[in-house]
């Protein structure tokens, strides 16, 4: 008898043993067992210091109600989060971690990372034709790989994630069929004036909405610039003119006037007209200065090099246009051949900033920002002085004025020559 209950007794403590055993495993492992089913909402995101997405709030799922869950940001700097809010918040561009901490309330712990990328976006652009390139005199059927600088909401000039789309327009703005831009390079089938239109995006989907639907999308666009360029003529007609005993070729459209000094000395003062049939700002001045004897080239180099400086050129031009800032860039010197003449060559291109000019009759004229490209070609001819100075204010002339400056020297000789 006391044998059967010792065996009943022992059969029930297993028992018990098995069902506080069973209880262990499913209680002692509570959060081990449903950690299964926790999730995180987003493993990566991508934000943007502006101008799209700048927080996201991550969240977690499947977690008992009873379990405490904080966040945490690697680089802060980069992006933070709300310790107990799961909220991201853009910071600086760069990558970081998110890590979710969830413990339950025997302080098991279980981590969800999330991978957080901010990018910057751009918010200025400026185009350009791309190094040493002269925006208008662009040659027909050559590619020209176009260049930008930017600053994006950062602060910095650097950008890899922004998407880009450019546009080429005739200047009344309808789409041209005779230039395009390919990967940044542009190329011209026809001559004439175009304009690049070039829009900046987020991302590549923006981008394709937009081009779907530009008024529905409109906003999609960061920033936009238009940068003109021309495409020269390479060969034009010209005319002979003679004057004051000197003859030289002229485009039939450019307009020249001269004048003849007591010392037998001769300027002449040459203008063209843009596409918009205005007076240009670019011209060609033309000097003949007469000589006791003849002058030696190499001397005349010399000289040129000693006064023609950086400094000196930038104060000249500075004083002239009464501009806060002026540099000069790309000063070159050398001789070179021309028609039968040996010339001595001098370019150089200047940017004015600030420009004030005092009218004494009207208001004074404020400009931004202005660029010349110059060149300087000076000879001797006999016992006479001869410099011809070529300011090209970039504009859009048909010929380029600093190719019929050049087609005017090789043909430029004393009329009883001819």
């Not at 662009?138 to 260049?147: G, H, I, M, P, V």
């Not at 602060?155 to 994630?161: A, R």
């Not at 001869?386 to 400056?405: F, K, L, R």
């Amino acid at each position: 008898m006391e044998s059967k209950r010792k065996s009943s007794v022992f059969s029930g403590i297993l028992v018990l043993s098995g069902i506080l055993l069973l209880a262990a495993l499913w209680f002692g492992n509570g959060l081990k067992v449903q950690a299964e089913e926790i999730s995180i909402s987003d493993t990566t995101v991508i934000l943007y210091l502006s101008g799209g997405i700048s927080e996201k709030q991550l969240t977690v799922s499947g977690a008992p109600k009873t379990a405490e869950i904080t966040y945490r940001s690697k680089s802060p700097s980069i992006a933070s989060v709300g310790k107990s809010s799961g909220v991201i918040t853009a910071k600086s561009a760069g990558k970081t971690t998110v890590i979710c901490t969830v413990t339950d309330e025997n302080g098991d712990k279980k981590e969800f990372k999330t991978t957080v990328r901010v990018r910057d976006n751009i918010k200025e652009i400026k185009l350009s034709a791309g190094e040493n390139v002269q925006p208008n005199a662009l040659r027909l059927s050559t590619d020209y790989k176009l260049a930008y600088t930017c600053r994006t909401e950062a602060g910095t000039n650097k950008n890899t994630s922004n998407s880009l789309y450019y546009e080429v327009t005739a200047p009344m703005g309808e789409i041209s069929q005779n230039a395009a831009v390919t990967d940044g390079v542009f190329r011209a089938s026809k001559c004439g004036t175009y304009l690049v239109n070039v829009y900046v995006f987020q991302t590549n989907s923006e981008k394709n909405k937009w081009l779907s639907d530009r008024k529905k999308y409109k906003d999609n666009v960061l920033v936009t610039d238009t940068l003109e360029l021309t495409v020269t003529i390479k060969k034009f007609k010209t005319k002979a003119v003679t004057k004051y005993g000197w003859s030289m070729e002229l485009p039939p459209s450019f307009e020249m006037s001269a004048s003849q000094g007591k010392d037998k000395s001769v300027q002449y003062s040459i203008q063209a007209r843009t596409k918009d049939k205005l007076l240009a700002m670019s011209n060609i001045q033309v000097i003949v200065d007469p000589l006791k004897e003849a002058g030696d080239l190499s001397d005349l180099e010399y000289t040129l090099k000693t006064v023609y400086t950086e400094k000196m050129l930038e104060e000249s031009w500075k004083k002239a246009y009464s501009a806060k800032s002026v540099k000069v860039s790309r000063l070159s010197m050398e001789l070179v051949e021309l028609g039968q003449k040996t010339v001595l060559k001098l370019y150089y291109n200047v940017e004015l900033k600030d420009i004030k000019l005092v009218q004494k009759a009207s208001a004074d004229i404020e400009i931004e920002s202005l660029v010349f490209y110059n060149t300087l070609y000076t000879w001797y001819e006999g016992k006479q002085h001869v410099t011809v100075n070529v300011t090209d204010a970039g504009e859009a002339i048909q010929p380029n004025i600093s190719e019929a400056a050049r087609k005017l020297v090789e043909s430029m000789a004393p009329s009883d020559k001819k």
